[in-house]
T-cell receptor, first 116, second 114 residues
Framework: EAGVAQSPRYKIIEKRQSVAFWCNPI?????LYWYQQILGQGPKLLIQ????????DSQLPKDRFSAERLKGVDSTLKIQPAKLEDSAVYLC??????????????FGEGSRLTVL | AQSVTQPDIHITVSEGASLELRCNYS??????LFWYVQSPGQGLQLLLK??????LVQGIKGFEAEFKRSQSSFNLRKPSVHWSDAAEYFC????????????FGTGTRLKVLA
């Protein structure tokens, strides 16, 4: 079974530029999450999708971050314009359902963003 | 508000020694608790989870964790550490606040000495 795919693995940009990250979840997983992991911190949820609908985006900085999952499968996370503090690893995860009792999030390897 | 505290940022143990990683949570209801491991450059992998029932849960790679409600703790243990266990370990609590969400601790980085 293929895992969660993310690209690119690494990206270096200058502040005020834009960047986009792509995620393809495990086939059949209805729920998709984007997490931000800043060095030395635990993952912080940015946005959660159930199929192609947003379940939770309360911690997404909507003035600069956007995400979509148009067909309920793969997803794109965009940052525009980027700030220095956006330097982090962006993790995509998926699960079968949105309920906590599914028990497990499956994570991709992450996309490391460096903003200069 | 729900929160997870991992008091140890770094832990160093010798190979073959026992290991205990601490995790304390704050949550008003019965929590769902998880331990994840992250190797360098990799995503997070589930080690074990607690939903209900037996408070001692077994996971992959020889890890176990014990849920202690009175102490609001869910500490991770392994009787004999291998060099390949060097990684970062995250405790997480599953909380329901409108929707279900996972709240992660800040992690404990484990170093294993040969």
């Amino acid at each position: 079974e293929a895992g969660v795919a993310q690209s690119p693995r690494y990206k270096i940009i200058e502040k005020r530029q834009s960047v986009a990250f792509w995620c393809n979840p495990i086939s059949g997983h209805a729920t998709l999450y984007w997490y931000q992991q800043i060095l030395g911190q635990g993952p912080k949820l940015l946005i959660q999708f159930q199929n192609n609908g947003v379940v939770d985006d309360s911690q997404l900085p909507k003035d600069r971050f956007s995400a979509e999952r148009l067909k309920g499968v793969d997803s794109t996370l965009k940052i525009q314009p980027a700030k220095l503090e956006d330097s982090a690893v962006y993790l995509c995860a998926s699960s079968l359902k949105t309920g906590i009792d599914t028990g497990e999030l499956f994570f991709g390897e992450g996309s490391r963003l460096t903003v200069l | 508000a729900q929160s997870v505290t991992q008091p140890d940022i770094h832990i160093t143990v010798s190979e073959g020694a026992s290991l205990e990683l601490r995790c304390n949570y704050s949550y008003g209801a019965t929590p769902y608790l998880f331990w994840y491991v992250q190797s360098p450059g990799q995503g997070l992998q589930l080690l074990l989870k607690y939903f209900s029932g037996d408070t001692l849960v077994q996971g992959i790679k020889g890890f176990e964790a014990e849920f202690k409600r009175s102490q609001s703790s869910f500490n991770l243990r392994k009787p004999s550490v291998h060099w390949s266990d060097a990684a970062e370990y995250f405790c997480a609590v599953g909380a329901h606040s409108g929707t279900y969400k996972y709240i992660f601790g800040t992690g404990t980085r484990l170093k294993v000495l040969a």
